[in-house]
């Protein structure tokens, strides 16, 4: 069946460097995809998204880069600050439903 | 900024009673979803209902779960027999269209006992 899962299941990173969070997905009749940040008690918030006809994607200090042949995703964070700490979830659709992968915690070391 | 706004924030409630979450999703979204997340663990989608229909559901959402539109701004997840196992935080969330930006609540976090 079909999944959506990251390679790393926590990421600690130095203030003011840049984050990679990485996704594997395995449905590829996935055409949307999503990332979501999710802190703690709190509901996923959306950062950034991307379709399946295009490969980059950049946003205000974030980036979705998606290789279809690999069927990955990943998330750049740029000079990682405190407020990013969070769990950082991908999801991907091809119909109406978000299927949403285990999450990567990012920590932030000052 | 609009937002999806979601009740109660925190519910107990004894196994065997019937619960109702309430929603108020986005004003102009057409797209409605109930998705939940037990503690440590990845959001798992319940049920999407458009055009007053429930158009997806998932093998969670059996017969104890139904939803409601019952005007024209909440939409509602009931769950008839609650059981241990329904402990989770459940997240309501909309979008325009289908699958697409999808917004979600801040949840509303039942505790059956």
């Known amino acids: 069946g079909e999944s959506v899962g990251l390679h790393l299941p926590t990421l600690s990173v130095q203030e003011g460097d840049n984050s990679i969070i990485n996704c594997a997905y395995s449905?590829?009749?996935?055409?949307?995809f999503i990332w979501y940040k999710q802190e703690s008690g709190k509901g996923p918030q959306f950062i950034i998204d991307?379709?399946?006809?295009?490969d980059k994607r950049q946003g205000q200090r974030v980036t979705v880069l998606l290789n279809k042949t690999v069927k990955h995703l990943s998330l750049q964070i740029a000079a990682t600050q405190p407020g990013d700490s969070a769990v950082y979830f991908c999801?991907?659709?091809?119909?109406?439903?978000?299927?949403f992968g285990t999450g990567t915690r990012l920590t932030i070391i000052p | 900024e609009p937002e999806v706004t979601q009740t109660p924030s925190h519910q107990v409630t004894q196994m065997g009673q019937e619960v109702i979450l309430r929603c108020v999703p986005i004003?102009?979204?057409?797209?409605f979803y109930w998705y939940r997340q037990i503690l440590g663990q990845k959001v798992e989608f319940l049920v999407s209902?458009?055009?007053?229909?429930?158009?997806?559901k998932s093998e969670i959402f059996d017969d104890q779960f139904s939803v409601e539109r019952p005007d024209g701004s909440n939409f509602t997840l009931k769950i008839r027999s609650t059981k241990l196992e329904d402990s989770a935080m459940y997240f309501c969330?909309?979008?325009?269209?289908?699958?697409?930006?999808?917004?979600f609540g801040e949840g509303s976090w039942l505790t059956v006992v």
């Open positions: 004003s102009n979204h057409l797209y």
């Open positions: 969330a909309s979008g325009t269209q289908g699958g697409n930006t999808i917004y």
């Open positions: 991307i379709r399946s006809n295009m």
């Open positions: 999801a991907e659709t091809g119909n109406e439903k978000l299927t």
């Open positions: 209902f458009y055009n007053n229909e429930i158009s997806e």
């Open positions: 449905n590829s009749a996935s055409d949307y």
